[in-house]
């Protein structure tokens, strides 16, 4: 349960914070610098929650599931 809480808190972070960001320069005069603090801020974060989160997950399929090893080797000739 906790790690599900700093996710969401890390996506809401990722989505609200960039964006306030460039709001507030923007409107300062300097959209420019906002849109390049959101870019940076948005994908910093996306690259962050694939490291943390995403890139440690086990997605390989279960082993022994598939073709038996004569039905392979039927369709590879």
């Known amino acids: 349960m906790n790690e599900s809480i700093a996710l969401g808190a890390t996506i809401a972070a990722v989505i ?24 940076l801020g948005y994908g910093l974060g996306v690259v962050l929650i694939w490291y943390e989160w995403i890139r440690p997950l086990d997605i390989t399929g279960p082993e022994g599931v598939g073709l038996s090893e004569e039905e392979s080797s039927r369709d590879r000739s």
């Open 16 to 39: 609200i914070v960039p964006g306030l960001a460039n709001g507030f320069l923007s409107t300062l005069g300097y959209p420019a610098v906002g849109s390049l603090v959101w870019a």
